[in-house]
């Protein structure tokens, strides 16, 4: 299969890439534009691989996009490229609205238009995956029940509501146009290669520099936790499988607050190196909570394991291990990042 994967670059489209080219046969072309938070290192040794292609390309422009399609030729897209962090959409809403909102209508006309050039048996195996987020679902209280395929959307902020216009668009070209696409939600994602600026990267780097740990309120907002390349499987396995219309909904049942992830890190880094001062829960500090900060996300992964025949298989405990781990074994990689791009300021935590 020929892929065209929008955001390759990035943390969760780098590792689909690499499942892409360690553990199948597709070909990929990568379309990203290289924002603040995209590394060509990310792909490690996919661009040695000749069924790696990489354009950089912002999805906004469809005059570009089309002669992507027009030249590789695919016979899918994986769409992950977004801006992502919700602390920047509360400082600067406009540039998600661009990438999420605006470059996914440019991306769903670039592959209508290449649809419709394609024959019957062609158009009919054709899928355009839109990969997308728990966040547009809104915030579950304690005691609701986790988000499924069809929890209805309550998106809370900026983040959230341009991903929930984006869901809306691709649904909408499936059923005015005919398009063949459907839509993947999954929770909180983590592992390598994860830019500094969320929570587990942030935090075992700040531990590792006997930095202040900071946590928002009173660090019991709750998230469903997903290894990074557990989902990059589930993703690929969507693309192959994936039915037009279908909504997937990617988790691995592993629901923690946000003081145990920190703890989790703490105590993992205490082990692998000690600290002379002492445990480093030591450094965690509250800090005034983000504007509309939701509470509580968690996924029921029943229906996407049983028809995408895929199911997590890290634990929290094993895919945080591994997390930390790697930060410790690339401190060039992050190092250069604080250095240069993201010193570790805090985001989001002001509202005009």
Same mark, same amino acid.
């Given at each position: 299969?020929?892929?065209?994967?929008?955001?390759?670059?990035?943390?969760?489209?780098?590792?689909?890439?690499?499942?892409?080219?360690?553990?199948?046969?597709?070909?990929?072309?990568?379309?990203?534009?290289?924002?603040?938070a995209?590394?060509?290192?990310?792909?490690?040794?996919?661009?040695?691989?000749?069924?790696?292609?990489?354009?950089?390309?912002n999805?906004?422009?469809?005059?570009?996009?089309?002669?992507?399609?027009? !030249?590789?030729?695919?016979?899918?897209?994986?769409?992950?490229?977004a801006e992502?962090?919700?602390?920047?959409?509360?400082?600067?809403?406009?540039?998600?609205?661009?990438?999420?909102?605006?470059?996914?209508?440019?991306?769903?006309?670039?592959?209508?238009?290449?649809?419709?050039?394609?024959?019957?048996?062609?158009?009919e !195996?054709?899928?355009?995956?839109?990969?997308?987020?728990?966040?547009?679902?809104?915030?579950l209280?304690?005691?609701?029940?986790?988000?499924?395929?069809?929890?209805?959307?309550?998106?809370?902020?900026?983040?959230?509501?341009?991903?929930?216009s984006?869901?809306?668009?691709?649904?909408?070209?499936?059923?005015?146009?005919?398009?063949?696409?459907?839509?993947?939600?999954?929770?909180?994602?983590?592992?390598?290669?994860?830019?500094?600026?969320?929570?587990?990267?942030?935090?075992?780097?700040?531990?590792?520099?006997?930095?202040?740990?900071?946590?928002?309120?009173?660090?019991?907002?709750?998230?469903?936790?997903?290894?990074?390349?557990?989902?990059?499987?589930?993703?690929?396995?969507?693309?192959?499988?994936?039915?037009?219309?279908?909504?997937?909904?990617?988790?691995?049942?592993?629901?923690?607050?946000?003081?145990?992830?920190?703890?989790?890190?703490?105590?993992?880094?205490?082990?692998?190196?000690?600290?002379?001062?002492?445990?480093?829960?030591?450094?965690?500090?509250?800090? !005034?909570?983000?504007?509309?900060?939701?509470?509580?996300?968690?996924?029921?992964?029943?229906?996407?394991?049983?028809?995408?025949?895929?199911?997590?298989?890290?634990?929290?405990?094993?895919?945080?291990?591994?997390?930390?781990?790697?930060?410790?074994?690339?401190?060039e990689?992050?190092?250069?990042?604080?250095?240069?791009?993201?010193?570790?300021?805090?985001?989001?935590? !002001?509202?005009?």
């Open positions: 299969m020929r892929i065209l994967l929008t955001g390759g670059c990035g943390f969760i489209g780098s590792a689909v890439i690499r499942h892409i080219i360690r553990d199948t046969t597709h070909s990929v072309l990568n379309v990203d534009c290289m924002t603040y995209a590394s060509e290192e990310t792909v490690e040794n996919a661009a040695e691989s000749g069924r790696y292609e990489f354009a950089r390309a999805i906004v422009n469809g005059t570009e996009l089309s002669r992507l399609f027009e !030249t590789f030729r695919p016979q899918a897209v994986m769409h992950l490229a992502s962090h919700v602390d920047r959409s509360i400082d600067g809403p406009g540039v998600f609205i661009q990438t999420n909102v605006v470059g996914t209508y440019s991306l769903l006309e670039a592959a209508r238009k290449y649809w419709l050039t394609l024959d019957k048996a062609e158009r !195996t054709f899928r355009f995956h839109h990969i997308s987020t728990d966040e547009v679902f809104g915030a209280e304690p005691n609701d029940p986790p988000f499924t395929e069809t929890t209805p959307y309550d998106p809370r902020s900026p983040y959230s509501a341009s991903k929930a984006s869901d809306h668009l691709v649904r909408a070209w499936h059923h005015t146009y005919g398009l063949p696409t459907f839509v993947t939600n999954t929770t909180n994602n983590y592992g390598i290669w994860h830019f500094p600026e969320k929570l587990i990267p942030l935090i075992t780097i700040n531990a590792i520099e006997g930095k202040d740990l900071p946590v928002y309120g009173d660090g019991k907002n709750v998230r469903d936790w997903l290894f990074v390349e557990d989902h990059a499987e589930a993703l690929v396995k969507a693309v192959e499988k994936g039915v037009p219309g279908e909504t997937y909904a990617i988790g691995a049942r592993q629901p923690r607050t946000n003081l145990e992830v920190v703890e989790a890190i703490c105590t993992v880094l205490d082990e692998l190196i000690p600290d002379p001062a002492g445990p480093r829960t030591r450094l965690i500090r509250f800090v !005034t909570d983000r504007p509309g900060h939701d509470f509580r996300y968690e996924i029921d992964p029943s229906h996407a394991e049983k028809a995408l025949d895929w199911k997590a298989k890290h634990t929290f405990e094993t895919g945080i291990r591994r997390t930390v781990q790697w930060y410790l074994d690339n401190r990689w992050w190092e250069g990042i604080r250095a240069r791009r993201y010193t570790g300021k805090r985001l989001g935590s !002001t509202v005009e």
